[in-house]
């Protein structure tokens, strides 16, 4: 999957307006940690992707991780141990 980050970083599935989304930006930059965002407002087809992690609801933030495996709205300290940092 072209979505699939690198080792070490996450890939975030948001919107322009999603609050949860800011917060948890804002969290990622002051710990470091990298990721690429993907806004499924502007991006074609991602909205769908979200979808069919999310059970059929386009919820955001949807994380994508290097094992490929996905989280929803997850915790900063979730992503750290998901990440192993």
Do not use: H
Not at 19 to 34: A, H
Request: glycine share 10%.
């Amino acid at each position: 999957m072209q979505y699939i980050p690198a080792a070490g970083t996450i890939t975030m599935f948001s919107t322009s307006w999603c609050g949860y989304c800011r917060r948890l930006k804002s969290q990622l930059d002051t710990q470091g940690i990298g990721y690429r965002e993907i806004n499924i407002e502007d991006v074609p087809g991602t909205a769908e992707l979200v979808e069919q992690i999310n059970g059929g609801n386009q919820t955001v933030p949807t994380l994508l991780f290097p094992d490929g495996s996905s989280a929803t709205n997850p915790s900063l300290s979730e992503v750290r141990e998901r990440l192993g940092v």
